[in-house]
């Protein structure tokens, strides 16, 4: 689980770096990698696509490779596979300048073995973590190498976000979480 999570967050690194080159899907005001599933709740793929980014902020696509060890990285382990409904990722620009990356998992089943889905995720990866609000939902959040990462339940997504400066995953978080306690 530890290295599925440390590779999810590498994809997640090298998808905001590869950023810069990327361009802009207008019909969502956003590009995203995803793979659907069905399910009967919100989704990765339509959390991402309905989400209202914070002025100034817009999502960029991942590079090719990045997306492809996005699928791989979440796909061949059979456990996270299992638990996996779809799978939502995009690059973040701020004023047009690359600042992180945002992924979507929507989770099917939230239980792996005896562990719930974000209990590994913040074990594997956010080890040194910290409780962090935004309005009414309570996540983890840590710094690592200059980056600040975030992990936000969000009912059967899970949101893990990188940028540069905490204020930046703030706004990214609370845009979440205003997309699901507002019509």
Known sequence: MRLVVAGTFLVLLLGALSCATATQDSQFGGSNNSSSGVGRSLGATQLLETLQWPRGFKALSLSASAENQLQRIVFDDVEIAASVRDVAATGISLDGQPIGALMLIGVADPVIGN?????GLKTA???ESETAHWGPMTGSITQS????WGVLPLSSVVAVAVTAERAHLNEVMKALVRRLTRP
């Open 115 to 119: 562990m719930s889905f974000v209990e």
């Open 125 to 127: 990866a956010l080890s």
């Open 145 to 148: 190498d200059g980056q600040v």
